[in-house]
């Protein structure tokens, strides 16, 4: 619902935390959006910390990126307009694993690595009971707020450093970041509230893709305004191998060779 001003900024982006994230940036874009524009794409959408707030000022949105977990985060709280997780939804997600026969990647490729056996098994559970949430608004919010949760958990917030399980031992990183060492299932729990609270429908019909930007981009139409923000040349925003861990998550590749 708009508030008192006809506008929708009465709501939180839950904050990112994402190798070239705009959010810090986004009053000064919006300042920079002329008044006529109604339709925007975000064609790299990353965190999608400047697509929200688009759809905060009530454009029609379209958002993008290649990499799924960050399409799913636009799935979310872009193109869903009132979908939220109830506590049915999160008895759901913490069951025992539903089918560990098949729901056991995060245990054989990150155990010991990035989380101790028990958390792996955990996020392989979590991940085995997202298939029963009733649909694909509900399963994209459960993976934009485990995705956040698992950065919250590692040092420097990406995985292209394999220090995290000695970093959660080390009581001075300890000192400065608790969630370290905190279970990921007790970061969910603190996360959700504020992932439900930021649903809401701008009357526009917005989508997110998980596609090649170069490949999306001719078969758009209706565009007013197309938003770049992407890589850096020459900088080592490798965003596969910084997040290559939430989109191994989300992807539940198993036809991969991991090496
Ligand atoms: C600088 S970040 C965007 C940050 C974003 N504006 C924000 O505020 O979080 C660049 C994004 O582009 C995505 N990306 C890179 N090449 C792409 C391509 N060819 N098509 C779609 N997305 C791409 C990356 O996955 C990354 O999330």
Redesign the pocket.
Known sequence: MPDLFGTYLNYNFPE?Q??????IHRGWIAENIPDDVQTIF?????????AYFMKQLEKKTIT????CF?SQIGKALIENSHEKLTSTDVSVLLSPNSRPEHFNLMENLFSNLFFTVEEAKFLDAFRSNLEYLENEYKKALAFAIICRSMTRKVTMGHFAHTRALVYAANPKRIQRNRSLCRPIEDIFMELLPQYNAAVFDNGKENYSYN????DLLPNLSGIDLVYF????CNSH?D?QSFYHLLETFVMYWKDKKFT
Request: proline share 10%; no cysteine; hydrophobic share 30%.
């Open positions: 990112p994402y190798l070239g994230a705009k959010y975000d064609a790299f959408g990353g965190s999608q910390s400047i993008n990126d290649f990499l960050n596609q090649n930007t170069l923000d992407p890589p850096y925003a965003y």
